[in-house]
Nanobody, 115 residues
Framework: QVQLVESGGGLVQAGGSLRLSCAAS????????MGWYRQAPGKQRELVAA???????NYADSVKGRFIISSDNAKNTVSLQMNSLKPEDTAVYYC?????????WGQGTQVTVSS
């Protein structure tokens, strides 16, 4: 069974940067969507950034201009470069990859931004 493994979370001061990475343990046939979601305590999980197999990207308004999503479809990897981090970016970040038939989630990685 394919698993998504995330890395790169941690503690950073406001204004700092982190880079999250997500790799699949096996091959996912015909990925058409890769994304990063986050969930803060007491809040619903929300889409942060997404990229399609064609390279189209989409960002939450709260992260536009600060976060950049990139992917390598051949390697089933997706990354999220997070710059100018704010305390409100604190959350557990989840990687998501989808094909036509299946959806995969990572286990989540904690990002904490101190003020």
């Amino acid at each position: 069974q394919v698993q998504l493994v995330e890395s790169g979370g941690g503690l950073v001061q406001a204004g700092g940067s982190l880079r999250l990475s997500c790799a699949a343990s096996g091959s996912i046939f015909m990925i058409n969507f890769m994304g990063w979601y986050r969930q803060a305590p007491g809040k619903q999980r929300e889409l942060v950034a997404a990229i399609t197999s064609g390279g189209s990207t989409n960002y939450a308004d709260s992260v536009k201009g600060r976060f950049i999503i990139s992917s390598d479809n051949a390697k089933n990897t997706v990354s999220l470069q997070m710059n100018s981090l704010k305390p409100e970016d604190t959350a557990v970040y989840y990687c998501n990859q989808r094909s036509l038939a299946l959806t995969y989630w990572g286990q989540g990685t904690q990002v904490t931004v101190s003020s």
